[in-house]
């Protein structure tokens, strides 16, 4: 026969490491918890590439196009000279949506210009057919490469695809190039990402 040994249970020490191992696991549930809850929040990189960005307007000349990047994309600028508008003209049967109506970009730029100010173009470089990036071809006609009836615009070399100076796409392509939300903080301030007419 076995004998029972009851041995004496310090209560103390009992509920001295019950505190200790509950209070452990509760650091140890807040170090997994923290790192988990901060993973639902976007980074400062993640949210510098998404912020909206400035460009100072009066140092494009007539004629001259700049690339920015506005959340990991090649945006243009294209300051149009009085021509360049004028070419915008008499080619609409050749177009896609010459009047932009299909296309991805803010309501307030919708027509043939696309653009708040006439002369100032602004569009996102990527193609819409496969993603490449366009080339400003802004010679016309015969001095140019693209053909006697070329009026100027945007070429993509990925599948051939034409572009007027507005960005709108010619026959054979799906659709005009993006236009991103955007303003005018002053006169010759440009603010790319966002807008006050609530694109």
Known sequence: MTAIVRTKVDE???????????????????????????????????????????YD?????????ITIEWRGKP?????????????????DAGLVDPESKSS?????????????????????????????SPTLKKEVGAASDMGADWPGGYYCPCHNSRFD???????????????PPHRYASETVLVIGEDTKGA
């Open 12 to 54: 103390k020490k009992r509920r001295l490491l019950i505190v200790a191992t509950s209070a452990a696991g509760a650091v140890a549930s807040a170090g997994v918890a923290v790192p988990f809850v901060a993973s639902w929040f976007p980074s400062a990189r993640a949210l510098a590439a998404g912020a909206p960005v400035e």
């Open 57 to 65: 307007i009066s140092k494009l000349e007539p004629g001259q196009q």
């Open 75 to 91: 945006v243009w600028i294209l300051r149009r000279t009085p021509e360049m508008l004028e070419k915008l003209k008499g080619h």
């Open 104 to 132: 991805n970009q803010p309501e307030y730029v919708k027509g043939p210009g696309r653009s708040i100010k006439p002369e100032v173009f602004i569009a996102e470089g990527v193609c819409t057919h496969l993603g490449c």
């Open 165 to 179: 100076l507005a960005a709108r796409v010619f026959k054979g392509s799906p659709a005009n190039l993006a236009v």
